[in-house]
Every structure is written in C-alpha cells, then in structure tokens.
Nanobody, 121 residues
Framework: QVQVVQSGGGLVQPGGSLTLSCEFS????????MGWYRQFPGKEREWIAT???????RYVDSVRGRFTVSRDNNKHTTWLQMNELKPEDTAVYFC???????????????WGQGTQVTVSS
C-alpha cells in the first residue's frame, strides 16, 4: 500500500506565493517521475510540471519562470513552489508519482488528494 499526503494551498493575493508539498510513503521500491497537475472548474485535469528521478524539470508554458518543481528522493517528497501567482492560477492542484510499489510489478500512477489554490484580492 502507498499513502500520499498532499499539503499546502489556500488563499493568496495576486503576486503572492504558495508552496505545495506531497509525500509518498508505504510500500515504495522506486519513484520515477513526479509531477503536478491542476484542474479548473468544469475542465479536465492538466499537467503543469514534472521532475524526473534525475532532477530534470519540465513546465507548461503558462507557469514556466513562476513555478518551481523539486523533489527529495530520500524523503519521497515533491514540492511545487508557486510565485507571482495570478487569479487564473486558481484551481485544484494534484501531485502525481510514477511509482513502483512491488519488485514484481510495473510502476503505476499515484495521486495526491488535491488541494485548492485560490488567488484573489
């Protein structure tokens, strides 16, 4: 069994900052890519950032330069530092990990429970 605890989020004024975190625990053999997604009301969940096990990062254009994704491989944790937040960043944010929980099984996606980020004055 794998447990996921996602934290952070809340209400912030435009131009402000927030940090989201996501810790995976339990039966973990290896974590490959870790990423962050967000979902706007009535829309599909969309990818925004990825950090590989080699610490390479990728971002969607709309957040590049403002958001920073990171991870600690020993703590099985990923963070999303969000700066210069805009009202259009308001969404529910989800963490994700491509994780192998058993030596004999392939890796699979594991998701955080989601957290609301609201950017408003």
């Amino acid at each position: 069994q794998v447990q996921v605890v996602q934290s952070g989020g809340g209400l912030v004024q435009p131009g402000g900052s927030l940090t989201l975190s996501c810790e995976f625990s339990g039966s973990i053999v290896r974590i490959y890519a870790m990423g962050w997604y967000r979902q706007f009301p009535g829309k599909e969940r969309e990818w925004i950032a990825t950090v590989t096990s080699f610490l390479d990062t990728r971002y969607v254009d709309s957040v590049r330069g403002r958001f920073t994704v990171s991870r600690d491989n020993n703590k099985h944790t990923t963070w999303l530092q969000m700066n210069e937040l805009k009202p259009e960043d308001t969404a529910v944010y989800f963490c994700n990990a491509d994780l192998q929980s058993d030596q004999s099984s392939p890796s699979s996606d594991h998701w955080g429970q989601g957290t609301q980020v609201t950017v408003s004055s």
